[in-house]
Structure formats: structure tokens, C-alpha cells
């Protein structure tokens, strides 16, 4: 069990890169005025510095006090002393720091599998059967057509997990697997080299690419051939229990199709097929034409929302699992049109995407999806046409533009983080927030090689694994006091105490919607490490995907 004093001095419990930017928060009422860096034998003191003055955070009654021992850069193993307070959990300043970090946030994908089974050797002790196979999967009634009429049966096995349930999203798989293939396609070589012990691992492809492609080949039978549409899910009526995946034989539907996933789908597909062409000629050919026919079908039917409501009251049975509906799709218009110029350099898709760029455009979420496509056109500006560069300003000026706020407003934070400076970042999957504004000062760092956004990238990283008010690292099997207890019906019902590892909990939101019980309610530290919360504490691909690429971006980008 941790201390008085391990839970009151938030760090990254990981630890720190050693040339840059180390911020302990010290939380509560201190009195001290300086902190003490100790050998972690308790004994030898490497470092002291100035407690920096208190602060009320603007995000809950929490009190901080700021360490800063950025100028201490050697190697070795640590623990932060404040005098009255005591001692932090040990951490390392290391280059290899966060690399376990970096590989969990990938192979967290593995454990989402849902038709193979986790072996052993590969899942060490949380290796399970197969679950859901998806062999025979019902057309629902809301999702019939011509070609497949009522009764029909199809098959959609494959594809991770969405979340803590056993439902497989198009909508939201469509921003996980672009946070992937993005993260591939800005650092290749980095992703050459890496290993994270999948069944794939040895072959001629990039780790990150095989675990994609996996759930890839499950989107690719969500597309009706017939017509080119996507259907919206593949789902139980309702959710499974808190069993382990493959226990439950209930009966398995694919839903009515929609503009959403069929623009997701096409833009993941198009991005696919330009990434796979080298490893996987027909793949890539497949992906090509699946994504040509998502968009023509997207253009017969320009603005068909996905309303699970409306539905429910027409088609049966009702369908109430994970909805992810969208009553605007002007920004998926826009992404899929960035992936479609951007593979096929038709400039068709380019006037598409021209045309929205007088939209307003916001930080990624599973409902927002521009910003996919403006860091997509910014990866190809080196080869764009002369037409196409016009734009690249108002693209730039707009990703600066929202990176220049974070950084203003970071000093004014109380946990010096990015992540907090707006109540509103603290919702339903917070982490996502976190995560996505990490990336964006990636790009901005790529811009300019000004390295105060790689550093603010940094302590968004700092505030997952550890530096929040809550004092948890929201990355299970990471960090002295990490997520136990998230809700993951594997890591519920497997037997093991540990939860399954690599996993990123959704973290605080002041929303609460499940009844579960929360010590603090304010919005950075309305979070429960229980199972019952899934609106705090479940787990999810387009969480778990945007911290793959933050991670390991900055084990890429660590010797700038
Ligand atoms: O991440 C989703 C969040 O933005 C929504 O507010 C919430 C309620 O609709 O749903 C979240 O997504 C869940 C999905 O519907 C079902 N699988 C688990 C997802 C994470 O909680």
C-alpha cells in the first residue's frame, strides 16, 4: 500500500528521460520550502531545489506545489523527499525510461483480440481461449437491403474488442486504427525495428502493422459488396456479462449501415492501402477498392446519421450497446477525403477536402476526425502539387495555432500538464484528451523543431502515468500505484489479480454517468478504480491507440 507521502507527490511513476523536463507535484498543504532528490538507498542527497509557490488548482480543491528538478540529469534510481511530507515511490532517470511503456500501449491490442487464442507465450499468464468468432453473424433488420434481405447470415470474425465489452465499432475502430497508421507513417524506421511478441512478430512487416491488419481484415467485412455501404457495428442486442469473452453465445447482428462508418471506412482503408503496398501488394489493392466503394455509396447517401434511438423504435430486436452516433459528418467527410487525395492523388478528393477547410476543426475524438485528416496532409507536403500547397499555411497556422494555446496556458496550470488547462478535457475518456494533445504538439514540434512542444507533449505523458490529481497511473500494469481495477471484462472475470496489462483507463469525468462509487467527485479527480465504472475506469481502442502513438513517438523523437 502506498504512504501518506507516496500518494500525496504525483510523478510520472515510470520516471524521466535524462535531459529533459522533470516535474514532481507535490499535493496538499506543505510547508516546506525546498525538496531534497535521494539515492534510492534513502541515504545520499543528488539534488535540492525550491518547492515552487502553492497553487490552487482550477480543476478541483486540490492544492500543489511544484518540484522542479529538471537540471538533475544523471542516470539512476531515485526518490523525491519533501520535508514534513516524506518520500515519493521510486523512479528511474534513464533513457530506456519509457520504453516498456511505448511496447504495453501496442501489445494492449493483442489482448483485445477477439477471435484467436491468446497463447501463453505471447500472453504470458492472462493467455485465454478464442472468444467471439463471428461466424455467423445476423443481418439485422435495420441493416437489410436488396442483396440481403431478411435472415441473412454473414460472417465478420476478427477485429479487436472495442472496449471493456465485446462489440466490434467501425466508428470508433476508424479513429484507432488512424492514431496507428499515423504513427507508422510519421516514424517508420522507428517501428521497423520494434518487437512487442505477437504471433506476427519475425514476419517482413512491422510489428505495429500486423496488429492493425488484423483488425483490418475484420473491417473489411463490414462493407456489403453488393453496395459498397458499412455497417455501423457488429454487436449483441444487448451487453455480455462480466464472463470472459466466448462464453456467451448470444446472437451476434451487423446494423445499419451509415455515412459515418462508411467515410471512417474509407479513410482507414485508403491510408491502409498506401502503407501495405510495399508488404502486402494484394491487401493493398483490396483496401484501394473497398475505399473507393465506401466513398461512392457515402455520395449516394451523403448524411444517413446513425440514431439508435430512432432505430430501436422501428427495427427489432433493440440494440443497446455502444451507439458512437453523429449528427455531423462534415469532418469525416473531410479526413476521408485527405486519405483518398493523399493515396490516390486524385485531385477530386482534394476539392472535397478544400471545401472543408472553412469547417472549424478540433482535437481528435471518435466524433471529430478532421485533424486525422489535416496531419495526413501535412505527413505529404513534401509531395504534394503545387495546387495543394496553397492550402498548407491555414493547415499549419491551425495546428500552431491550438498547440500555441496549450502552451500558453501551461504555467497556469497547477499540475504543470497540458492536459487540464479546460475543465472540459476531463469527460468521458479523458485519457483520449491527454493523449490526442500530445500528438498535436508532436506535429507542431515537427513544424518547428521548437522544443517546448515536445517538452509539453511530454507532461501529458507525465499526467497519464502519474502527475494528476488523482495520484494514479491510468496505464494498468505501469507505475507503483497503476489502474487495478478497470472496467475490462477479461481483467474482471479472468481470476488473475492483475488486470490485463497495457490497457488505458478512460480517467476522471465529472460526469459519472454509472452509479458506481467515487471518493471525489470534482472534475480532475472524479475517478473510481473500480470495476463498475465504466465511465471512469473502462478501457478502449481509440483511448489505448492515441498514447501507442504519444509513447512511442517520444522514444523515437528522444535523442532531439
Ligand atoms: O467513448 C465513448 C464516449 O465518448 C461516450 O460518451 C460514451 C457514451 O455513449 O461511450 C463511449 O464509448 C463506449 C462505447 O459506447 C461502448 N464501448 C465502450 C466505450 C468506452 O466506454
Given at each position: 500500500f502506498p504512504t501518506m507521502a507516496q500518494q500525496q507527490i504525483q510523478l510520472n511513476q515510470s520516471g524521466f528521460y535524462p535531459k529533459?523536463?522533470?516535474?514532481?507535484?507535490?499535493?496538499?498543504?506543505?510547508?516546506?520550502?525546498?525538496?531534497?532528490?535521494?539515492?534510492?538507498?534513502?541515504?545520499?542527497?543528488?539534488?535540492?531545489?525550491?518547492?515552487?509557490?502553492?497553487?490552487?488548482?482550477?480543476?478541483?480543491?486540490?492544492?500543489?506545489?511544484?518540484?522542479?528538478?529538471?537540471?538533475?540529469?544523471?542516470?539512476?534510481?531515485?526518490?523525491?523527499?519533501?520535508?514534513?511530507?516524506?518520500?515519493s515511490y521510486p523512479f528511474s532517470i534513464s533513457a530506456e525510461v519509457l520504453k516498456p511503456v511505448a511496447v504495453a500501449s501496442l501489445k494492449g491490442f493483442y489482448f483485445q483480440r477477439s477471435d484467436m487464442p491468446l497463447e501463453e507465450k505471447y500472453a504470458g499468464k492472462w493467455h485465454r481461449p478464442a472468444g467471439h468468432p463471428?461466424?455467423?453473424?445476423?443481418?439485422?433488420?435495420?441493416?437489410?437491403?436488396?442483396?440481403?434481405?431478411?435472415?441473412?447470415?454473414?460472417?465478420?470474425?476478427?477485429?479487436?474488442?472495442?472496449?471493456?465489452?465485446?462489440n466490434k465499432y467501425i466508428v470508433n475502430s476508424g479513429i484507432s486504427m488512424s492514431?496507428?497508421?499515423?504513427?507508422?507513417?510519421?516514424?517508420?524506421?522507428?517501428?521497423?525495428?520494434?518487437?512487442?511478441?505477437?504471433?506476427?512478430?519475425?514476419?517482413?512487416?512491422?510489428?505495429?502493422?500486423?496488429e492493425a491488419v488484423y483488425n483490418l481484415r475484420w473491417m473489411l467485412t463490414m462493407q456489403d459488396p453488393n453496395d459498397g455501404g458499412v455497417y455501423h457495428k457488429c454487436t449483441n442486442a444487448s451487453f455480455d456479462g462480466m464472463v470472459m469473452p466466448g462464453v456467451t453465445k448470444l446472437p451476434r447482428y451487423v446494423v445499419r449501415k451509415g455515412t459515418a462508418a462508411a467515410l471512417d471506412f474509407a479513410a482507414v482503408t485508403a491510408q491502409a492501402a498506401r502503407i501495405l503496398q510495399p508488404f502486402n501488394q494484394p491487401l493493398a489493392d483490396s483496401c484501394l477498392?473497398?475505399?473507393?466503394?465506401?466513398?461512392?455509396?457515402?455520395?449516394?447517401?451523403?448524411?444517413?446519421?446513425?440514431?439508435?434511438?430512432?432505430?430501436?423504435?422501428?427495427?427489432?430486436?433493440?440494440?443497446?450497446?455502444?451507439?458512437?452516433?453523429?449528427?455531423?459528418?462534415?469532418?469525416?467527410?473531410s479526413w476521408a477525403a485527405a486519405?483518398?487525395?493523399?493515396?490516390?492523388?486524385?485531385?477530386?478528393?482534394?476539392?472535397?477536402?478544400?471545401?472543408?477547410?472553412?469547417?472549424?476543426?478540433y482535437l481528435p475524438t471518435w466524433r471529430n476526425v478532421a485533424m486525422q485528416?489535416?496531419?495526413?496532409?501535412?505527413?505529404?507536403?513534401?509531395?504534394?502539387?503545387?495546387?495543394?500547397?496553397?492550402?498548407?499555411?491555414?493547415?499549419?497556422?491551425?495546428?500552431?495555432?491550438?498547440?500555441?494555446?496549450?502552451?500558453?496556458?501551461?504555467?497556469?496550470?497547477?499540475?504543470?500538464?497540458?492536459?487540464?488547462?479546460s475543465r472540459r478535457d476531463f469527460s468521458w475518456g479523458g485519457s483520449s484528451v491527454a493523449?490526442?494533445?500530445?500528438?498535436?504538439?508532436?506535429?507542431?514540434?515537427?513544424?518547428?523543431?521548437?522544443?517546448?512542444?515536445?517538452?509539453?507533449?511530454?507532461?501529458?505523458?507525465?499526467?497519464?502515468?502519474?502527475?494528476?490529481a488523482t495520484g494514479y497511473s491510468f496505464l494498468t500494469g505501469a507505475g507503483s500505484k497503476a489502474t487495478m481495477h478497470p472496467h475490462h471484462r477479461p481483467s474482471i472475470a479472468d481470476g488473475i489479480e492483475e488486470p490485463v496489462p497495457g490497457l488505458l483507463s478512460g480517467g476522471p469525468n465529472p460526469g459519472m454517468q454509472d452509479s458506481c462509487r467515487y471518493e471525489k467527485t470534482e472534475p480532475e479527480t472524479a475517478y473510481s478504480d473500480t470495476a463498475c465504472s465504466y465511465a471512469?475506469?473502462?478501457?478502449?481502442?481509440?483511448?489505448?491507440?492515441?498514447?501507442?502513438?504519444?509513447?512511442?513517438?517520444?522514444?523515437?523523437?528522444k535523442k532531439e
Open positions: 529533459a523536463p522533470k516535474i514532481a507535484v507535490i499535493t496538499g498543504s506543505v510547508s516546506a520550502k525546498e525538496f531534497h532528490l535521494l539515492a534510492r538507498n534513502g541515504k545520499d542527497t543528488v539534488f535540492s531545489g525550491p518547492l515552487g509557490p502553492e497553487q490552487h488548482s482550477a480543476n478541483s480543491s486540490t492544492l500543489t506545489r511544484i518540484a522542479d528538478f529538471s537540471a538533475f540529469t544523471e542516470k539512476g534510481e531515485y526518490v523525491l523527499q519533501v520535508p514534513g511530507v516524506g518520500t463471428d461466424n455467423i453473424v445476423y443481418v439485422h433488420a435495420s441493416a437489410v437491403s436488396g442483396r440481403r434481405p431478411a435472415g441473412t447470415v454473414i460472417a465478420s470474425p476478427g477485429g479487436w474488442y472495442d472496449a471493456g465489452d465485446y492514431s496507428l497508421f499515423s504513427a507508422y507513417e510519421d516514424f517508420p524506421g522507428y517501428y521497423a525495428a520494434l518487437r512487442t511478441n505477437i504471433p506476427e512478430s519475425g514476419n517482413a512487416i512491422p510489428d505495429i502493422l500486423d477498392k473497398a475505399a473507393r466503394m465506401a466513398w461512392q455509396w457515402a455520395e449516394k447517401n451523403p448524411a444517413l446519421m446513425y440514431d439508435q434511438n430512432v432505430m430501436n423504435k422501428q427495427f427489432q430486436p433493440a440494440i443497446t450497446t455502444g451507439a458512437y452516433g453523429d449528427n455531423d459528418v462534415k469532418d469525416e467527410w486519405e483518398m487525395f493523399v493515396t490516390t492523388k486524385d485531385k477530386k478528393y482534394y476539392d472535397i477536402f478544400h471545401q472543408h477547410l472553412q469547417d472549424s476543426v485528416g489535416y496531419y495526413t496532409i501535412l505527413r505529404a507536403s513534401g509531395q504534394l502539387p503545387e495546387v495543394v500547397r496553397q492550402d498548407l499555411p491555414v493547415i499549419k497556422e491551425r495546428v500552431l495555432r491550438i498547440a500555441g494555446e496549450y502552451i500558453r496556458r501551461q504555467p497556469q496550470n497547477a499540475f504543470q500538464t497540458v492536459m487540464g488547462q493523449a490526442n494533445q500530445g500528438i498535436l504538439l508532436l506535429y507542431a514540434y515537427q513544424l518547428t523543431k521548437d522544443k517546448i512542444y515536445l517538452h509539453a507533449a511530454l507532461s501529458n505523458l507525465d499526467y497519464l502515468l502519474g502527475r494528476n471512469s475506469n473502462e478501457i478502449a481502442i481509440n483511448w489505448n491507440a492515441p498514447l501507442v502513438y504519444l509513447a512511442n513517438a517520444l522514444e523515437a523523437l
